[in-house]
């Protein structure tokens, strides 16, 4: 790959001056209709979002005037901004938490050796090519306040309705439940990936051992799965604290409640660049965003690592110890 | 990590006599095959996962009163609500859907391609910034969409592109994901040995590129052509900001179903089994290959 040319170099022969060249900028050639339209679309608007929001934006004459920090402590000073701050990290915790325990769940079954692996899989995956948008109304049918399908049967059973859209918890559990839907069979093939790459013998050892299925899949599926849970716990957080499309269908209006129940962040940062059209504004709140994203993030990482490492350790020791035995 | 395409994790899915043969030493290890409590199990997450959309063609082939009475079964009047959302003028539906055909295919076209390039220049060319370059690439990947909308907005109302298709387009082009998709697959599908005989065989980098990287990257490409198909065509938050009822795509058509005050479930529900009809044969055809597909990103995840 490094010498361009077998010969031994004396006088560059055209040829080999123009191999020479073709070696030394060919990748730069390559890389570049990536990297001119990622500087485009990509970094630009991100540095010029920072700069608008230091700004008075005037949209008819596209430019402003220096406000320093105003727009950020404007924000922060929204009662509303509070409201869709909780509202996020509500849906977040109620759509992650138990899509994660179920796609755990669903993937090690699909890591028994069923029949017809290829359909089960497929129909796991089967919401994920539904558009957010579609997977929100055909919800609103379920979670309707008068004659939706839930409350249809609760009432039927003599129990009282629930109030999906009064209500800011169980609006937030029905938008939780739109997410969940989409998602968890997306991260249940994920795991199940994961799980397909441990090593079948730790399997086998803990068998001949007298460990029981359950005992098998705390003491070596999970300990093993620790990089890939972080991987979809990152990707979640980025994903769920942007929610934006299903709580924007989730009534005919659009904007998050008539108290607010679910404003998210993203659909406050509509509200306030394209409903109040001040730009200033909403790219102060993109950062804002963005900085909240990174810090869970961030903060994700270390709870996750901090815990699931001591699991690595005992599973790693449950391996070792059983081999052993079984070597006996 | 071995040499092997990760998509070969799939094979083994596929009921093969040889296969099952070698599968043995598997069931041995497992136990035999589940008992019924697992394809219970399963059968209740297929369920849960088809029964929305067959709930939505329930409701999508009554009428007005439908949701009120509760059926179980799909009644006649779908083709009746299926036309009434095509000629809805508000909603623009053919407009919608060709739309999103064609931005769909496009943005997937042009990801591929400079996903490829980008990738086989990083998985398997060496040059000064390289590294430093991809481990940027990675790095944007954890940048919401929400913080680019507003210079992109200005932008697109300077140039007069709001309302067109190009505005939701020309952001889409490339893919930091993509890049790196096709770096990690690359870098373990090509030996360096086999660029070298090119090399030595005297072909020149972009006929290396092509005679071996093209060809090697393809099924890799297949799939990340299929991943950002679905993306784009899924895709309404900034569609939603940038384009109108005029001219939209199928998801901000939909949205707009149910922007009136009275709003008629029948109607939209027939719109949203509409808008999902491509999607669903998309899936049919070539859900196996989004399977391997996720199941292949996530081992070197």
Same mark, same amino acid.
């Given at each position: 790959?490094?010498?361009?040319?077998?010969?031994?170099?004396?006088?560059?022969?055209?040829?080999?001056?123009?191999?020479?060249?073709?070696?030394?900028?060919?990748?730069?050639?390559?890389?570049?209709?990536?990297?001119?339209?990622?500087?485009?679309?990509?970094?630009?608007?991100?540095?010029?979002?920072?700069?608008?929001?230091?700004?008075?934006?005037?949209?008819?004459?596209?430019?402003?005037?220096?406000?320093?920090?105003?727009?950020?402590?404007?924000?922060?000073?929204?009662?509303?901004?509070?409201?869709?701050? &909780?509202?996020?990290?509500? *849906?977040? !915790?109620? @759509?992650?938490? /138990?899509? =994660?325990?179920?796609?755990?769940?669903? #993937?090690?079954?699909?890591?028994?050796?069923?029949?017809?692996?290829?359909?089960?899989?497929?129909?796991?995956?089967?919401?994920?090519?539904?558009?957010?948008?579609?997977?929100?109304?055909?919800?609103?049918?379920?979670?309707?306040?008068?004659?939706?399908?839930?409350?249809?049967?609760?009432?039927?059973?003599?129990?009282?309705?629930?109030?999906?859209?009064?209500?800011?918890?169980?609006?937030?559990?029905?938008?939780?439940?739109?997410?969940?839907?989409?998602?968890?069979?997306?991260?249940?093939?994920?795991?199940?990936?994961?799980?397909?790459?441990?090593?079948?013998?730790?399997?086998?050892?803990?068998?001949?051992?007298?460990?029981?299925?359950? &005992?098998?899949?705390?003491? *070596?599926? !999970?300990? @093993?799965?620790? /990089?890939? =849970?972080?991987?979809?716990?990152?990707? #979640?957080?980025?994903?769920?604290?942007?929610?934006?499309?299903?709580?924007?269908?989730?009534?005919?209006?659009?904007?998050?409640?008539?108290?607010?129940?679910?404003?998210?962040?993203?659909?406050?940062?509509?509200?306030?660049?394209?409903?109040?059209?001040?730009?200033?504004?909403?790219?102060?709140?993109?950062?804002?965003?963005?900085?909240?994203?990174?810090?869970?993030?961030?903060?994700?990482?270390?709870?996750?690592?901090?815990?699931?490492?001591?699991?690595?350790?005992?599973?790693?020791?449950?391996?070792?110890?059983?081999?052993?035995?079984?070597?006996? | 990590?071995?040499?092997?395409?990760?998509?070969?994790?799939?094979?083994?899915?596929?009921?093969?006599?040889?296969?099952?043969?070698?599968?043995?030493?598997?069931?041995?290890?497992?136990?035999?095959?589940?008992?019924?409590?697992?394809?219970?199990?399963?059968?209740?997450?297929?369920?849960?996962?088809?029964?929305?959309?067959?709930?939505?063609?329930?409701?999508?082939?009554?009428?007005?009163?439908?949701?009120?009475?509760?059926?179980?079964?799909?009644?006649?009047?779908?083709?009746?609500?299926?036309?009434?959302?095509?000629?809805?003028?508000?909603?623009?539906?053919?407009?919608?859907?060709?739309?999103?055909?064609?931005?769909?295919?496009?943005?997937?076209?042009?990801?591929?391609?400079?996903?490829?390039?980008?990738?086989?220049?990083?998985?398997?060319?060496?040059?000064?910034?390289?590294?430093?370059?991809?481990?940027?690439?990675?790095?944007?990947?954890?940048?919401?969409?929400?913080?680019?909308?507003?210079?992109?907005?200005?932008?697109?109302?300077?140039?007069?592109?709001?309302?067109?298709?190009?505005?939701?387009?020309?952001?889409?082009?490339?893919?930091?994901?993509?890049?790196?998709?096709?770096?990690?697959?690359?870098?373990?599908?090509?030996?360096?040995?086999?660029?070298?005989?090119?090399?030595?065989?005297?072909?020149?980098?972009?006929?290396?590129?092509?005679?071996?990287?093209?060809?090697?990257?393809?099924?890799?490409?297949?799939?990340?052509?299929?991943?950002?198909?679905?993306?784009?065509?899924?895709?309404?938050?900034?569609?939603?900001?940038?384009?109108?009822?005029?001219?939209?795509?199928?998801?901000?058509?939909?949205?707009?179903?149910?922007?009136?005050?009275?709003?008629?479930?029948?109607?939209?529900?027939?719109?949203?089994?509409?808008?999902?009809?491509?999607?669903?044969?998309?899936?049919?055809?070539?859900?196996?290959?989004?399977?391997?597909?996720?199941?292949?990103?996530?081992?070197?995840?």
């Amino acid at each position: 790959m490094s010498t361009a040319s077998p010969k031994p170099v004396r006088v560059l022969s055209f040829s080999q001056k123009v191999g020479r060249w073709d070696l030394k900028f060919s990748p730069y050639l390559y890389i570049s209709p990536f990297f001119v339209m990622f500087a485009i679309v990509g970094l630009f608007p991100i540095g010029y979002t920072a700069f608008i929001s230091f700004m008075d934006w005037d949209l008819v004459r596209n430019s402003g005037t220096f406000v320093g920090f105003d727009q950020y402590i404007w924000i922060l000073q929204q009662p509303h901004f509070w409201t869709a701050l &909780r509202n996020t990290f509500s *849906i977040f !915790l109620i @759509s992650t938490v /138990p899509q =994660l325990l179920l796609a755990v769940f669903i #993937a090690a079954m699909l890591d028994r050796n069923i029949r017809a692996k290829t359909f089960w899989r497929m129909g796991v995956l089967l919401p994920f090519v539904i558009a957010p948008v579609a997977v929100g109304l055909i919800f609103n049918v379920v979670f309707a306040d008068n004659f939706g399908l839930v409350n249809g049967i609760l009432t039927d059973l003599g129990l009282a309705p629930i109030p999906w859209h009064k209500d800011p918890f169980w609006s937030h559990v029905a938008i939780a439940t739109m997410v969940n839907y989409r998602w968890t069979g997306y991260n249940t093939l994920i795991l199940l990936a994961a799980m397909q790459a441990v090593n079948r013998e730790y399997y086998e050892a803990a068998t001949v051992d007298g460990a029981g299925l359950f &005992r098998q899949f705390t003491a *070596i599926t !999970l300990p @093993s799965l620790r /990089p890939t =849970l972080i991987f979809v716990i990152i990707t #979640a957080t980025i994903g769920g604290l942007q929610i934006f499309d299903e709580p924007r269908v989730f009534d005919q209006f659009g904007r998050g409640g008539a108290g607010q129940q679910w404003l998210t962040i993203t659909l406050y940062l509509y509200d306030i660049g394209w409903g109040q059209w001040n730009f200033g504004r909403a790219a102060a709140m993109a950062w804002i965003l963005f900085i909240i994203i990174l810090a869970i993030g961030l903060l994700n990482l270390f709870i996750t690592r901090s815990l699931v490492r001591d699991e690595g350790r005992r599973g790693d020791r449950v391996g070792r110890r059983t081999r052993k035995e079984v070597a006996r | 990590m071995s040499t092997v395409p990760p998509i070969a994790i799939v094979e083994e899915a596929i009921p093969d006599e040889k296969k099952r043969r070698r599968g043995e030493r598997t069931i041995r290890i497992r136990g035999n095959r589940p008992g019924f409590w697992v394809y219970a199990g399963l059968t209740v997450v297929f369920i849960s996962a088809a029964f929305p959309l067959y709930w939505s063609f329930v409701i999508g082939s009554g009428d007005a009163s439908s949701l009120r009475s509760r059926p179980w079964w799909p009644s006649g009047n779908f083709i009746d609500n299926a036309i009434s959302v095509v000629s809805n003028p508000a909603v623009n539906f053919w407009a919608a859907l060709w739309n999103s055909i064609y931005s769909s295919f496009l943005i997937a076209a042009a990801v591929v391609i400079t996903s490829t390039l980008s990738g086989w220049a990083f998985a398997k060319l060496r040059f000064l910034g390289g590294p430093a370059l991809m481990a940027f690439v990675v790095a944007t990947m954890a940048v919401p969409q929400q913080l680019g909308v507003v210079p992109l907005y200005i932008l697109f109302s300077e140039l007069g592109w709001t309302g067109q298709i190009g505005a939701i387009i020309l952001p889409a082009l490339t893919s930091a994901f993509g890049v790196f998709w096709m770096t990690q697959y690359l870098r373990q599908a090509v030996p360096d040995e086999l660029i070298e005989a090119a090399r030595v065989d005297g072909a020149s980098m972009i006929r290396t590129f092509w005679t071996v990287g093209v060809v090697a990257a393809r099924p890799a490409a297949a799939m990340l052509f299929l991943f950002v198909f679905v993306g784009a065509w899924n895709n309404f938050f900034w569609p939603f900001i940038v384009l109108d009822r005029q001219n939209p795509t199928l998801p901000v058509a939909l949205s707009l179903l149910q922007s009136n005050y009275f709003v008629d479930y029948s109607i939209v529900l027939a719109g949203v089994v509409l808008a999902t009809i491509p999607l669903l044969l998309l899936f049919i055809f070539a859900g196996r290959q989004l399977v391997s597909g996720i199941m292949a990103g996530a081992v070197k995840g």
